[in-house]
């Protein structure tokens, strides 16, 4: 018979999405990128760590999230795999600074 018409999904408008600038697409997953940082940091650092300590860590994780982010398009950002593969980078290098300094 071919497609279907007249139902109710073809009668009401279609709401468009609001369009995220490249800025506020970086933003916003450079946040969420943070609170993953902050996670880890809560799970994992010492807790004899001063907050200076973890505001190193925290510091570097973002400069290199920051770096990656930069070369992300408005397509790359807007992937529903990006925030999660950048959260696990992210929260893998958090493991592997506290590991350094609890080492030196």
Do not use: Y
Request: hydrophobic share 40%; aromatic share 2%; proline share 3%.
């Amino acid at each position: 018979m071919g497609k279907r018409a007249g139902t109710k999904r073809d009668q009401q408008p279609r709401q468009k999405k609001a369009k995220l600038s490249k800025t506020q697409l970086f933003d916003d997953l450079l946040q969420q990128v943070r609170n993953g940082i902050d996670e880890a940091l809560l799970i994992h650092a010492p807790e004899h760590w001063r907050d200076e300590d973890c505001d190193s860590i925290e510091k570097q994780a973002l400069e290199s999230t920051r770096r990656v982010l930069a070369e992300f398009g408005v397509r790359e950002l807007k992937s529903i795999r990006a925030l999660p593969a950048l959260r696990a980078i992210a929260a893998a290098q958090t493991m592997r600074l506290i590991e350094q300094i609890e080492a030196a």
